[in-house]
């Protein structure tokens, strides 16, 4: 039911119908799916704004928002648009939330009040105390985990309500060797904590659930300060919020979640899609509201966003659309391999350009920071300029840098950097010895006797040795340059392992390094086109003034819009990526994935698929097109050039 308007804003006009029910919608569980694009902040600003126009006390409405920019943004937004009156409702995080409560009861828990906050440093360093507290077995000190690893599998496991064995299991099965120390280290954490009357992040959320959940009074006197609860980005949340969420209306009933099922793509950081698929059941008696108008995209653009997310199992049905009408058909190209593709994004930038569309307006998106790694090349060959944001640029990851650094002294035996970055590998030679010994490799030119360089007696000699034999080896191989990678690959594979715990990950890096330098004869020519840097680059630039083709990750492009968007490696095995490809969930979610990409454009977009993949032993092999713009009837797409 809507009451009528009693307040100085005419929300019938400022409002489409499924907005303004939203808003203006009186008490009971409400759950708003909001499409993309679909005025989301827009719908919880000013229902902010309305319960304060009706007489609700304001000190009485509590925003849960995942920011706290996020919830001052929207307050500032709803006074604007009422009055300083809603300068009193409380706005903030989950987290910050916790804290607030707390400070306050944390006595009915046994604990004190006064408690310190652990940020994510203090928690690492507290695991690293642990770590080097608990014995362990000495064949194993190399390969065990970090303490940064250990704390995100300990944060992870509370905030999913899991064990510790499902979470290295989930995320770090090649860690599950170490479950009992991890066990046995996150015992003495918890009791680091105890003793020394500290609170990481993980128990803002826990005991504040241990709080609503044991203490009736606590949670009668908490429903009773804020009789309103209003949630931004449901989609997003964990189990531990969910809970919160769920006792913290318990006693009224009045919450209201705002998020879309379609856009839930985290579940790496935690976040668990059954959430919002469960709060009708959790809050009984919701009424679920629908925004399906989008302000963002071309009707064109929706009818194949539609059709994407149309053949999800699972999900609230809806369908976009919209008043801007007309517009040019999404483009669907199939380039013959990688390099055609990052021909033809190029070629697509320059055409932009030309035509008015600046730089800032276009974005290319992709699955894995990888997948991004031919273009760059391509994009510095043609002198056009980019920012990155996600994944990782090739000379920006240590990783890399040291594989680059072997093929460097093999092309260039003086390259003193170089030499350094190789020696301070080797475990017992540190960075003075380093400089010195590079600068007499680098002055010796190709003589790498490493008995002249270092005495055997020293302790690094084997390993040093092993270095010189391998560069000496490799300077006398004359087959492809990924025959060299793949030998440097194998030497350095053990450092990888013992000094980085996502080692899996680092080296399919590494082997897509060697599938790059397929495609190169001249060592040389591949070194030069590794020199990604664009001229001028200023990273601390982002937005118009920076004058940059924005190059991102899906998972960094959540939430922002460009006038042309430009999906590359539409392709199975990139999205849906060969391990989701093992499980329903996971391939449902590189669906969402795939949608909120193609729902970033506005006015054109751009769906490349590569007809082939370049496999170092295999040759070129054919690809296919993505299972999920397979399904998109073919009708919705056209073949010919942008449209400006």
Known sequence: MIEPFTGRINYERDLNPSQLQAVCSTGGPILVIA??????????????????????DPSSILLLTFTRKAAEQMLTRAAELLDSRVRRVSGGTFHSTGNLLLRRYAGRLGLSTSFSIMDQADSIEAFELAKKTIILPADKAKGFPKAR????????ARGSGINIDEAVRRRHPHLAEYVPQIKEISEFYEEHKRSNNLMDYDDLLANSVRLLEENE??????????????????QDTNHLQAVMLRLLASEHGNVMAVGDDSQSIYSFRGADFRNIMDFPTVFPGTTIIRLEENYRSTSPILAVTN????HASVGYSKTLFTRRNGG????????????????????????LTTHG????????????GFHSFDLEGELNRNRIPYAKYGGFKFLESLHIKDVLAHLKVLNNPSDRLSWTRILKIIPGIGPKTAMTLAGRLAEGGHSLDPAGLVPEKKKYWQAFKEVMDLIQGLGKQ????????????????????????NYPKRMRDLEHLADLTSSYRRLNQFLNDMALEPPDDD????????????????????????????IIWASEGRIPSPMAAESPDDLEEERRLLYVAATRAKHNLVIVAPRTFLDRNRGMIPTRLSRFIEEVPAELFRSHPLSF
């Open 539 to 566: 990273r601390t630039d982002s937005g118009p003034t920076s004058k940059r083709l924005i190059l991102s990750t899906i998972h960094s492009a959540k939430g922002l819009e460009w006038h042309t968007v430009i």
């Open 478 to 501: 004359s087959g492809p340059i990924s025959e060299k990678v793949d030998r440097i690959n194998q030497y350095y594979f053990p450092f990888l392992r013992d000094n980085y715990d």
């Open 328 to 351: 040019p058909l999404p483009l669907a190209v199939r380039p013959s391999d990688e390099r055609g593709q990052s021909r033809f994004v190029v070629q697509c930038v320059s055409e």
């Open 35 to 56: 499409g993309a694009g679909s005025g989301k902040t827009r719908t919880i600003v000013y229902r902010v704004a309305w319960l304060v126009d009706q007489g609700i």
């Open 357 to 368: 569309i600046p730089p800032w307006e276009v974005a290319v998106l992709f699955r894995a």
């Open 149 to 156: 690893t250990i704390a995100e599998i300990f944060s992870r």
């Open 307 to 310: 059709s994407i997310i149309r």
């Open 217 to 234: 009074t606590a949670r009668s006197e908490i429903a009773q300060r804020w009789q309103h609860v209003l949630v931004d980005e449901y």
